[in-house]
């Protein structure tokens, strides 16, 4: 079992920063992979980034590349991800997600636990 609890959102505007945060227990958090998914109104949820077990490789959305950093600190159980450049269409709930098996790192499907998820509001 994997527990996860995401913090870290908020209301900025648009241009502005904001990083978030998912804190794991459970399981030992270094041996799994992590992502982040993300989920407008009216939307399906999407995939924006994930890490691998180790932190040595990463993956982006196309939307998300190059404004948005995903890390993690296996000695804290966490992984964040940093969000630079905001634009309104960045606007979701934000999930941290845990991989413990094998899958495509952009499929949703294939994570097994989800945090509750935290709003990202940015204005234009």
């Known amino acids: 079992q994997v527990q996860l609890v995401e913090s870290g959102g908020g209301l900025v505007q648009a241009g502005g920063s904001l990083r978030l945060s998912c804190a794991a227990s459970g399981r030992t958090f270094s041996s799994y992979a992590m992502g982040w998914f993300r989920q407008a109104p009216g939307k399906e949820r999407e995939f924006v980034a994930a890490i691998s077990w180790s932190g040595g490789s990463t993956y982006y959305a196309d939307s998300v590349k190059g404004r948005f950093t995903i890390s993690r600190d296996n000695a804290k159980n966490t992984v964040y991800l940093q969000m630079n450049s905001l634009k309104p269409e960045d606007t979701a709930v934000y999930y941290c997600?845990?991989?413990?098996?094998?899958?495509?790192?952009?499929?949703?499907?294939?994570?097994?636990?989800w945090g509750q998820g935290t709003q990202v509001t940015v204005s234009s």
């Open positions: 997600a845990a991989l413990i098996g094998y899958s495509d790192y952009d499929a949703s499907f294939g994570y097994d636990y």
